[in-house]
């Protein structure tokens, strides 16, 4: 089978497309015909090296945290699960990933995929479904009728917790650049910042509840993001180079999202899709030989709105 490797850490270069041999499924796995995967700033991340501690790969890597495909084989032990199933999920970051014609999966984390998009395109969900949902609700405990900052709404996270933030009752008061605007309050935002002519302190006036943050921003401004939380609330960083900072005498919490996999919660956001509730967004498909591109693209900062990378034989 193809698949796109890197035998080495370092640039976008050493991504390799190449001939790999076809994996069998062990106990407890299964084997899945990749339908796509999808592009995550830590898949760059991952492979120039600098991940290694909390991120430990073995060489050759092939990347692709998120599948999305056709179950063709069952490992020993798999219940719930057959061939010809079509199933979504979040692998696991250590191991190898989707960016090939066929993938190995533990079972536990997949679910069945959403019937209401093309296969393909719901590898745009897993991991940043997820991280939208653990911010705002495992962390944030947000419920209806408080008031939620997320700031740098404008990418693939952000897509998600506005629509799922919105959904629950909450008003939504998002950061984004004009180009992006139109697509984050098209998503539910109550009210949006232009982040590139506004600093979001002079704007926000009324303290929030959660104050979400996924934007590299620098230091001072992710504290300016803890003045605008009220007392007892909390803010939640998914940029984890930068720890989140907090307010003790205000009791305002800072924490470091990771997320992780959860098949359960990823069934219950697949069951949002299908009944129209929430919207997957992408922005760009790709053929898995293009990927090295991509990852060039993605380094240069290039890359808007959320791509999908599928196989040629797709």
Known sequence: ??????????????LRHED??????????????VAATSF????????????????????????????AGTVDALGEGVDGIAVGDDVIGFLPMDGNGAAAEYVL?????????????????????????????????????????????????GGAVGGY????????????????????????????????????????????????????????????????????????????NTTVWMPAPSDEERDVRGIDLFVRSDAGRLAQLVASIDRGELRVDVAERVPLAELPTLHARAAQGALHGKVIVVPSAA
């Open 1 to 14: 089978m193809k698949a796109v490797r890197f035998h080495e850490y370092g640039d976008p270069g050493v």
């Open 105 to 153: 999966a533990p079972a536990e984390v997949l679910t069945p995929a959403p019937k209401s998009v093309p296969l393909p395109d719901a590898a745009a969900l897993p991991l940043v479904g997820l991280t939208a949902y653990q911010a705002l609700f495992d962390h944030g405990k947000l419920t209806a009728g408080q008031r939620v900052l997320i700031n740098g709404a």
């Open 20 to 33: 790999v041999e076809q994996p069998a499924p062990g106990a407890g796995e299964v084997r899945i015909r």
């Open 161 to 236: 917790a506005v629509q799922l933030a919105k959904n629950a009752g909450a008003h939504v008061i998002a950061t984004a650049s004009p180009r992006s605007s139109e697509a984050v309050r098209s998503a539910g935002a109550d009210e949006v910042i232009d982040h590139t002519t506004t600093g979001v302190t002079a704007v926000v006036t009324e303290p929030v509840d959660v104050a979400l943050n996924l934007a590299p921003v620098d230091p001072a401004e992710l504290a300016a993001l803890v003045t605008l939380v009220r007392p007892g609330g909390v803010l939640v």
């Open 40 to 67: 995550n700033p830590v898949d760059g991340n991952i492979r120039g090296g600098f991940m290694r501690g909390p991120i430990p790969v073995v060489l050759p890597h092939t990347p692709g945290i998120d599948v």
